[in-house]
């Protein structure tokens, strides 16, 4: 999926920046307070908790792999709409839509994409291919950790 990779990089690109790993502060114990450590188990967590928490997370992606909140996709393209100068309609158009994240619409790209999200009618009929196209993409964004306006996934 080419296309639809570079279109989601565009749109995600800034959210799926990795975020700088935080440099975990360790406790080190100094000769002078073997007693203040010993007494102070009740900060310790205990076998069963750190393998409840192990076992409780054993498929999950660690956190600094995750995205905390969806990607405003709507929030995104209405400012590349607006930065392009051109007056795009996005939200009703995915040649707009194309030309707002500064791709290239020819009709070859969108059926190449078409093509890549399992489009099965008749590429040279392009008026439904982009109708179909258009909703097709924003469904595909949502299912990839987009926020897209409910309307425009009907």
Do not use: C
Request: glycine share 6%; no cysteine; aromatic share 4%.
């Amino acid at each position: 999926m080419k296309i639809f990779t570079s279109i989601k990089e565009k749109l995600f690109g800034k959210a799926l920046e990795t975020p700088a790993l935080e440099t975990a502060t360790t406790n080190t114990i100094l000769p002078g307070d073997v007693e203040t450590a010993q007494t102070d188990t009740a900060s310790t967590p205990s076998i069963e908790s750190e393998v409840a928490a192990t076992l409780g997370g054993a498929n999950a992606e660690p956190a600094s792999m995750r995205r905390p909140d969806p990607v405003d996709v709507a929030v995104i393209l209405d400012e590349a709409a607006k930065q392009n100068g051109q007056k795009l309609n996005w939200r009703h158009s995915i040649v707009d839509m194309m030309k707002a994240l500064g791709m290239d619409a020819s009709l070859q790209e969108r059926q190449e994409l078409a093509e890549e999200l399992g489009y099965t009618g008749d590429k040279n009929d392009s008026a439904r291919m982009n109708i179909w196209l258009h909703k097709a993409l924003l469904k595909e964004l949502a299912a990839n950790g987009g926020k897209v306006p409910p309307e425009l996934l009907d």
